[in-house]
């Protein structure tokens, strides 16, 4: 077996790549120890004698199939999760898709004239005080105080 060491140096030098990424035939292990200059390498790597390996990667494989089963809420239980409730959902974040929910509920129902400007006006306040839960919530506090909407 001869010692390849510095035409494997000169080649990843010449590739621009590590000396692990360098690979040599093994065929061709007597032409490739005459190789002793930059322009022998060169040669070589034209001839396919010599060549840079592609970079090794982290799968993606196991990370695609645990994705596919969360789609179906799989591997979401209390034992798969680290960080609490809010690291997980923000409050804020909660709180801003209600509020927008509820906001955009009342100008439709302001636009079609279902609700006169005060009553508008005294809901709205009351949505960005906390006082409804969700759309439904909201919906079904007009039909009590206002009649049917």
Known sequence: MTDLSAQKRLAADVLGVGEN??????????DIAEAITREDIRELVEEGV???EEPGG?????AREREAKRAYGHQKGAGSRKGEAEARKSDTDDWASTIRA?????????D?????????????DKAGGGEFDSVADLERY????????
């Not at 007009?142 to 909407?149: F, L, P, Q, R």
Request: positive net charge; aromatic residues 8%.
């Open 102 to 110: 509820q906001r955009r509920r009342l100008r439709e129902l302001r």
């Open 142 to 149: 007009i039909d009590e105080t206002y009649g049917d909407t």
């Open 21 to 30: 990424r360098i690979w040599l035939d093994p065929e061709q292990q007597g």
């Open 112 to 124: 079609e004239g279902r609700l006169s400007r005060s009553q508008y006006r005294d809901v709205y």
């Open 58 to 62: 982290n799968s993606r494989s196991r």
């Open 50 to 52: 010599v060549r840079a």
